[in-house]
């Protein structure tokens, strides 16, 4: 049997009524998707708005049943061995509040922990151990609606974790969180990754996914557009680095050194002058043009103050990717 969840040419296609006598028309949301979530790593699942991620992370977690295709769960069919799926796998969607208002944190836990038939003894000291992991041990007594929209999704996973899950999907998990509560998200991603878990992650938190995932899927109208770590995808899309450097009081030959050597290259160029005098010239190119940049510069008997070179991000990186990419023929956009 092969550990993890094996997505194999999944399909999912939304039937929308036409009022009452018209006949239903189609929505594909996923249109023959075939994922790999391993064990013991973050993979990440990338697409633009309506790409098709809740669909699929929703039948991964049984909640929608494929139009075709399949679901393993380490070799458990999500369809035909739903409840054993369900013991195996957890859901936490940032967007959705997925706890009761009325309930003490730790009744949250104990009612949910009592949901997955965790005997009582279990049920007690999960619940302790993941209100500590997740820092509302002092707030466990109070009522959920009096939590801070911080503590409610910090109870959220924990709830997220009361069944000890081999692998948690993740649907937007830091949706309006502070970024120290996130950061402590990321952290206990990180930890249950290290102990084995396998996690599905989407964000629109690029610099998160960069991060937290070994293996990024980005897909767009339901299906698969390209794979591979973020280093891998950054590098493939071609996005030029940002070399950046700050000239004090350029003479008439230091700045036509610049302008030529910017014509020589065809890098794009963005300059502003400072109130001191400083030029601050801004060049965008694929290769390494720092030290030729400040060669000709330092040739025209120019100095520098300042350089930097910025390297693309994934985010450029899923950017360049979803604008090369048109919707495939047929597939409504
Ligand atoms: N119940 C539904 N009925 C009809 N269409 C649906 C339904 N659920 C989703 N869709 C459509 O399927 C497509 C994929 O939606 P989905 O929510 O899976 O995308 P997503 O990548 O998660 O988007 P987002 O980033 O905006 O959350 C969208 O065009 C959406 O409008």
New binding site residues.
Partial sequence: MVRGIIATDLRKA?R?PRGLFGKPTE?V??DGLSLVIPPGRVTGLL??????????IKMMATLLRPTSGTITVDGLDTVADARAVRRRINLIAGGERMVYAQLTGRENLHYFGRLYGLPGGVRRQRSEELLDLVGLSDAADTVVERYSRGMAQRLSIARGLINDPDYLLL??PTLGLDAPIARDLRQVVAKLVRNGKGVLL?S?YLAEVEELCEHVYV?AA?RHLTEGSPAMLTADAGCHKTVTVAVPDPSAEVAAAVAQFTARISASIVEERRDDGTLVVSLVHPDDIAGPLVTAIVAAGGAIIDLTVTNPSLEDAILAIADGAHPPAGVAP
């Fill in positions: 939304f929308i929505k949301a996923v697409g633009l708005n309506g790409a098709g991620k809740t669909s699929t649907d937007e989407t629109h897909i339901g």
